[in-house]
Each structure stands twice: as structure tokens, then as C-alpha cells.
């Protein structure tokens, strides 16, 4: 039997010939059913037939001599069970329910076991990095490490600093707070620490970009407007790693560790509740430095930024890193479904941040007095588009 004949309206099998006749009643038939070319109607009489042992109850008013067509199949039980035996179709191919059952299982763990090695076959197939590519991720994870506050020591750190900094962290973002003229509140404390401690995460990112080969290629003007444009991503990107979920907080420039509330107080407002959503949702990534390294390095490497001129030589570096970056997730062979899209979104949302923090800043350059803006603060986020 033909499981198309059923699922798809109209399906003829390719076995068939045009038009071919049902061996009993000679409507159009659909395909072998039960040993014989019959129509889906003369193979369901059939089936129900013997499934419920119908056939000792049926009788003829005919002394069992009617003729059996597409008109009269249905006026006679009896003559149509007879045709159905003496054209061949056969009994002890009609399954009674128990092996119905079991036959759907069958299909179904077939069709389990089908997908399982499609899956297999996929991963098997799925490119590693060449050596070239392995160049490239080595260079930018070396390049992350080098401009990394703290490195993989950053826990152990922050909470020695946190026990010896004589202005405690929990202290900030608990200060007094500056109404703003749009119903925000801001602490000018807060503030102040925060922006003093992006100069040297500003310095680290700039430091990064350097270390890269296809960065050091492009013209300076170039290479500035990615720089400010790519900044407050990457600087958010490396929080949002170090996010603790026990304390829930975030470490800053590998030395503070700041809650929700009080980067928010501290003047990034909304953008504070985006950087710890992503932080919360890249736990479950499990990034190593390589992968963190190469996400910095494709928000880096953005060809749409305003005011380029080597867009089509930008283009290519990101897709290089992108190529890599996903053949290293091949490697790396994570256990969460759709690992490469889902991370591709987190670099959507980094993009997201930096766009809302443009915003946020030019509300809080009106807001707060200037001498609280350090001088690499203001020369990467001024004049940015919002």
C-alpha cells in the first residue's frame, strides 16, 4: 500500500498506468493494495472486511451472481467480497489492529532513526577550520587575552578588589540621585566611577582592534569610525561574559561588579537592563575566549558604520572572521540546538546596545556637567548616530 495514495489528493503512482482500472469495480485505482491495482474505495471494503470478520454476515439476493462495477460495488457486499478473493487480493495481508499498531510504531522509529542519521550525517559534514582560518582565530584570541582585564582570574580578582577598594562597590549606585529632565534618575557618583573606569576598557578595546592584521590594513580614517562604532559592543560584550549569576552581577573592566540596579542608576539607564539580558542568556553558551574573541572581532569588522570608505574591503574581513568563527563552532560542537544562529542574534542585540547607548549618551552629556565625561569617553561617543 501506498502511504501517498492517502496523504497527497490525487497522487498516482508512477508503477501505474494512466488511468489504470480497479480490478474489482474498475474505477480509477491508486496503486497495489493487499496484492492487486484496486481504488482506495474497493481497499478500505476490504480491509474493514476482514479486520472485523464481517465477511460470515454478508448475503446476496442473487444467489450471489451480481455484477460488480463502479455502480453497483456498493449494492451488493457479498459479490464484492467474492471479486475482491477471486482477483487475488489477499486475507493475511490485512493486519488486525494489535499489528497496526505495531506496524505504526515501526514506521515511526524508522522515521526517528532516519532523522538521527540525517543529524549525524550533517554534523559529519559540517567544515572545521583550515589552516588558515586557525591562524586567524589564534591571533584573535591571543589579541582578546592580551587586552583582557584580569583574563580568566577575573572572579578571584574582583572579589579581592571588592574586599580591598575603600569606596565599596555595593555603596555605588546607592547614592543620592539627580532627577533628569525626561523623570530618569541619575547618581552623579555613580556616574563618575563608571566613565573613569571605561577609559581603560576604551584603551584595552582600541588595543585589540591593533592586534588584529586585517584591522592595521585599513586607512586610519577607517579605523577610527569602526572603533567608536564598535566600542560600547565590545566593552558590553566583555561584561555581559562575566556575568555571575549567583551574586547576579556584572564585572566591569575586570574589577567591579555592579547589579542591575546600580549600573542603571549609574547613567546607562535602559542599556543597563539589555547588557544584563544578554549576560543572563550567554551563560548558557558556555563561551571560550576564542568565540568571544571572534564575536569582537565581526562587531568590529561592520561595513554598514557611517562615513566609511573601504566598505567592500571591511565586507571581506568581517566574512573571513564569520567563516571562521563558524567553523570553529563546528569544532567546538556545542550541545544547544541552532548554536551558530542563536549567537549570531546575540551580535544583532550587541548592535542594538551600541545604538541605544548612542542615545543614552547624548541625553547624558545635556543632564551631567562635562568635567565628569573623561576625554577618550568623550572623543569615542561624541558625534556618534543615533
Known sequence: MSA??????????SYLEKDEPCVVCGDKATGYHYRCITCEGCKGFFRRTIQKNLHP?????????????????????????????????????????????????????????????????????????????????????EAHRHTNAQGSSWKQKRKFLVKCKECNPDDIGQGPLVPTSDGDKVDLEAFSEFTKIMTPAITRVVDFAKKLPMFSELPCEDQIIL???CCMEIMSLRAAVRYDPDSETLTLNGEMAVKREQLKNGGLGVVSDAIFDLGKSLAQFNLDDSEVALMQAVLLMSSDRSGLTSVEKIEQCQEAYLLAFEHYINYRKHN?????????????????????HASRFLHMKVECPNELFPPLFLEVFEDQEV
Open 57 to 141: 454476515s454478508y448475503s446476496c439476493k442473487y444467489e450471489g451472481c451480481c455484477i460488480i462495477d463502479k455502480i453497483t460495488r456498493n449494492q451488493c457486499q457479498l459479490c464484492r467480497f467474492k471479486k475482491c478473493i477471486s482477483v487475488g487480493m489477499a486475507m493475511d495481508l490485512v493486519l488486525d489492529e494489535s499489528k497496526r499498531v505495531a506496524k505504526r510504531r515501526l514506521i515511526e522509529e524508522n522515521r526517528e532513526r532516519r532523522k538521527r542519521e540525517e543529524m549525524v550525517r550533517t554534523l559529519q559534514i559540517r567544515p572545521e577550520p583550515n589552516t588558515a582560518e586557525w591562524e586567524l582565530i589564534r591571533m584573535a584570541t
Open 4 to 13: 501517498l495514495s492517502v496523504s497527497v489528493p490525487g497522487y498516482i503512482p
Open 336 to 356: 544547544i540546538p541552532h548554536f551558530w544562529p542563536k549567537l549570531l542574534m546575540k551580535v544583532t542585540d550587541l548592535r542594538m546596545i551600541g545604538a541605544c
Open 227 to 229: 572603533l567608536k562604532g
